[in-house]
């Protein structure tokens, strides 16, 4: 009865705010094609949260512009929390500044529960001529003109990195975009183009696979599965600090009590020692203690306008 009690109690908690039916299904939007990172992630939510409500929740994809077809798609839903957006933040604070995106990122949608994070790596084709950062960087200025760079797509943090280092290390990488990860990652697979910054779900099976080479972790910190390669910030890159985190969004009109009580069903599926480890499987880094709806809408600002600075800074437009 208890149990019973508690699970009839969650499935209030994410379907409260508007009159409808505990039996409605629950729609999680994911901005991506099936068989992606994020998608993949959102099974992952999807799966738990099902067993904990007992009620059917459905992963929808809606890829396309950025991630603003599934955004707006999810706007154009009852704000009463049965339909939420799964995604990575860049959705939110890359692709807008490149993007006419129709939406305002910090004014339309609200972030409800960061859940896992992806740090990015800097990696090379197995047959590149260098076997860490340092070596690479040596040999880019050995080869004025004739190193290129990928990225997962124009206006992301992908590019950005390359920017970054291409300025801080006197460097002159040609940057060559592809839509997504995979066919980037195909051609630094095939030693097509040497170079690239990727996410590290995307990057670790094949690194794994002996696939690609990673060369150092342009995040903040080692990372626990690489202890012994270093952050770019350790030869001297500290600008190179790039991570997105994954989590769910609601529509800013959602409102506040609605939006608490899914915050608290996700950070209760979050702590669930079965979902993190599923998280570290895919390469994801769980987010170790959970943060407020106010921390993350903050998080989301923060965000956005550090990559309107690099944006600026760098003129980066849409190729």
Known sequence: MRRRTAMLALAAALCAGAAQATDKPV?????????????VFARIISDQLALEIRQPVIVENRPGAGGAVAVKYMLSQPADGSVLLVSVTNVLTEAPHVLKSGF????????????????MLFIASPQFPAK????????????PGKVSVASYSPGTSSQYASAILN????????????????????????????????????SKPLIAAGKVKLLAVAYKSRMPEYP???????????????SNWAGVFASAQTPAAVLEKVHAALTKINAVPAVRARYASTGFEPIAEPRSLQQAEEDVRLEYERNGAIVKA???KLN
């Open 27 to 39: 729609k999680l939007i994911v901005p991506a094609p099936p068989g992606g990172t994020i998608d």
């Open 167 to 202: 300025q801080k290390a006197g460097l002159d990488m040609e940057h060559v975009p592809f839509p997504g990860s995979a066919p980037a990652l195909a051609q630094v697979m095939g030693n097509q183009i040497p170079l690239m910054f990727d996410g590290s779900v995307t």
């Open 104 to 119: 305002d990122p910090l004014k339309d949608v609200k972030p409800i529960a960061e859940m896992a994070r992806s740090a």
């Open 132 to 143: 860490d950062a340092r070596e690479a960087i040596a040999y880019v200025k050995a080869n």
């Open 314 to 316: 760098f003129g980066i």
């Open 228 to 242: 012994d390669v270093p952050t770019m910030a350790e030869l001297g890159y500290p600008e190179l600090n790039f």
